[in-house]
C-alpha cells in the first residue's frame, strides 16, 4: 500500500514497529500534494518546511520514548483555525496575510500530542456556504469528479483526505460543514456535541453553533482524533466541563438491540432516488446487525432552514463587525475613519459575507428584532426538544446527510436558496447541539459518493461512533478510492 493512503491508525502501527518514520511520512505527502493538488486546489497553505521540521520533531520525541496515538502523523487544518505563525487567512481577503500570533487550543492538542501539520485547507470564505465556491482563493474540486463541488464550507478539508493529500484534518460545522463535504467526497466526517471540542481559536462565524471536528478516511481515526482534540477549555466558557472517555472503546462492540430512530421528515420527496435508496438499504444493514429501526418525528423540522439562517446570519453581523481595517488584516485607505471601514469592508469581504452581514443586521435591528430574531430563537428551542422526544424512544437517528450527491460547480451560485437547502439535513443537529457523523453508504450510477449520518443524544458520541463504525466494518464503502 502506498504511504499516502495509509489511516492514522495504520501509520501509527508501522511507525511503532520502526518500519516508518515521521519524516518519511510527511515527505510522501509533500509528494502526493506535488502530483495531485494542481487538480484539486484543496490547500490554501502547503507548510512545506513547517512540516518536515514537525516531523523530524516527532521523530526525536519518539526515539526518546514519547507515545502519543497521533506523533509524527500528517494533517491538515481548516483555514479557519488559528495556526500561531501559520497564516490563517478563512479564505477571504480580509485576512489574506493574517498570521495569528496564537494557537487554537484544538490544533495546541495536536501539537502537544505531536502532529505534523502539512497545510491549510480551503473553504467557504468565513465557513460560509456549502460548495468552496465562496473561497476568495479559488474552487476546490470534488476529487471523484473535478467538474463538480467537493461541498463546503469543509470542502478543503474533505477533498484532501479523499485525494490522500493528508491523513486526516480538521474541519468545522456550524450548518452541516464537516458532515456536507464528507458526505460528497466519500469520507467520514463527525461534529461533535456542541462544547465537546474548545472553539479558543477558531475563527467566529455563528458562536452558538461552531464546533471543530475530525474529517477522517474511516470511523477509527475520527475516535482517535475526537480523543486528542475533546475536553474543557478555560479559554471557551461555552466547553463543557464533562468528562471524555476512550472514544475508541465502543468500537466494534454489539449493536444489537439499539434502536435506531428514522425521522419520518427526513425522508421527503426531493431527496434524490439513490440517495433514499443508499441510506433505506443502510437501515437495512444496520437492522440485520441487530439494531431496531423505530419511525420517529422530528416535526419542526421544516423550520429548521429559515431558524439558522435568520440566527448564524445575526451572529455572523456581530462577529464579524471586528474586520475593520484597525488592529488587523486588510486596510483600505479612506478620508476619514467611516471613509476607511467602508471601503476596507467593500474590498475584503466577497458577497456572500456581505449579503449574510445584511440580512443578520436587518433581522436585530430594532422594530424587526421580535419578528425575527426571538421568534427563531424560540422555534430552535422547539426544535431542541424534538430531538429530546425523539431520543426518549431510540438511541440514535439515522438519515441522509443531504438531499443529493455532489452537484456541479456553478450549479447554484447563482441560487442562494437552492445553496442553503442543500444543509436541510444537516442543520437541526447544530441548532439542537447533538453530535452527528457522516460516513459513507453508497455511490450512485455517476460513481458519487452517498452519505449516511447518525445523530446521538448530547454528549453521546459513543452510540454514534459504535453504530458507524459496526456499519462500517460490515461494508465496503470506505475503501473506495477516486482515481486522480
Ligand atoms: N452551509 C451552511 C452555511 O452556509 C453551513 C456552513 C457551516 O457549517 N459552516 O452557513
Not at 474541519?171 to 467526497?185: K, L, M, N, V, W
Not at 479558543?200 to 471536528?213: N, P, R, T
Not at 439558522?308 to 451572529?315: F, R, V, W
Request: charged share 25%; proline share 5%.
Amino acid at each position: 500500500m502506498e504511504l499516502h493512503s495509509l489511516t492514522i491508525e495504520e501509520a501509527r502501527n508501522a511507525m511503532q514497529k520502526g518500519e516508518l518514520s515521521p519524516v518519511e511520512l510527511a515527505d510522501a505527502f509533500i509528494k502526493r500534494i506535488e502530483a495531485v493538488e494542481k487538480k484539486i486546489r484543496a490547500y490554501v497553505t502547503v507548510t512545506k518546511e513547517g512540516a518536515e521540521t514537525m516531523a523530524k520533531e516527532a521523530e526525536d520525541a519518539m526515539k526518546k520514548g514519547a507515545e502519543s496515538p497521533i506523533a509524527g502523523i500528517a494533517l491538515a487544518v481548516k483555514d479557519n483555525i488559528c495556526t500561531q505563525g501559520v497564516k490563517t487567512t478563512c479564505s477571504s481577503k480580509i485576512l489574506g496575510n493574517f498570521i495569528p500570533p496564537y494557537e487554537s487550543t484544538a490544533t495546541k492538542k495536536l501539537r502537544d500530542t505531536g502532529y505534523v501539520l502539512i497545510g491549510k485547507t480551503n473553504l467557504d470564505e468565513f465557513a460560509m456556504g456549502s460548495s468552496t465556491e465562496n473561497s476568495a482563493f479559488g474552487h476546490t474540486r470534488n476529487p471523484w469528479d473535478i467538474t463538480r463541488v467537493p461541498g463546503g464550507s469543509s470542502g478543503g478539508s474533505a477533498a484532501a483526505v479523499a485525494a490522500d493529500m493528508c491523513i486526516a484534518a480538521l474541519g468545522s460545522d456550524t450548518g452541516g460543514s464537516i458532515r456536507q463535504p464528507a458526505s460528497f467526497c466519500g469520507v467520514v466526517g463527525l461534529k461533535p456535541t456542541y462544547g465537546r471540542v474548545s472553539r479558543y481559536g477558531l475563527v467566529a462565524f455563528a458562536s452558538s453553533l461552531d464546533q471543530i471536528g475530525p474529517i477522517t478516511k474511516n470511523v477509527k481515526d475520527s475516535a482517535i482524533l475526537l480523543n486528542v482534540i475533546s475536553g474543557h477549555d478555560p479559554k471557551d466558557s461555552t466547553s463543557a466541563s464533562v468528562a471524555v472517555p476512550d472514544f475508541t472503546t465502543p468500537l466494534g462492540q454489539d449493536i444489537k438491540g439499539m434502536k435506531i430512530g428514522i425521522p419520518k421528515e427526513y425522508f421527503i420527496e426531493g431527496i434524490e432516488k439513490e440517495v433514499g435508496e443508499s441510506v433505506k438499504a443502510a437501515v437495512k444493514q444496520l437492522e440485520s446487525l441487530g439494531a431496531i429501526p423505530v419511525e420517529i418525528s422530528l416535526p419542526h423540522t421544516g423550520y429548521a432552514v429559515a431558524v439558522y439562517y435568520i440566527l448564524a446570519t445575526s451572529e455572523a453581523s456581530s462577529n464579524l463587525a471586528r474586520y475593520d481595517g484597525v488592529k488587523y488584516g486588510l486596510r483600505a485607505e479612506g478620508e476619514d475613519l467611516l471613509d476607511m471601514y467602508m471601503r476596507t469592508r467593500a474590498a475584503g469581504f466577497g458577497a456572500e459575507v456581505k449579503r449574510r452581514i445584511l440580512l443578520g443586521t436587518y433581522a436585530l435591528s430594532s422594530g424587526y428584532y421580535d419578528a425575527y430574531y426571538r421568534k427563531a430563537q424560540q422555534v430552535r428551542t422547539l426544535i431542541k426538544e424534538d430531538f429530546d422526544r425523539a431520543f426518549e424512544i431510540a438511541d440514535a437517528i439515522a438519515t441522509p446527510t443531504t438531499p443529493t450527491p455532489a452537484f456541479k460547480a456553478g450549479e447554484k451560485t447563482d441560487d442562494p436558496l437552492q445553496m442553503y437547502l442543500a444543509d436541510i439535513f444537516t442543520i437541526s443537529a447544530n441548532l439542537a447541539g447533538v453530535p452527528g457523523i457522516s460516513i459513507p453508504c453508497g455511490f450512485t450510477s455517476q460513481n458519487l459518493p452517498v452519505g449516511l449520518q447518525i445523530i446521538g443524544k448530547h454528549f453521546d458520541e459513543e452510540s454514534v461512533l459504535k453504530i458507524a463504525y459496526a456499519y462500517e466494518q460490515s461494508t465496503e464503502w470506505h475503501k473506495r478510492k477516486p482515481k486522480l
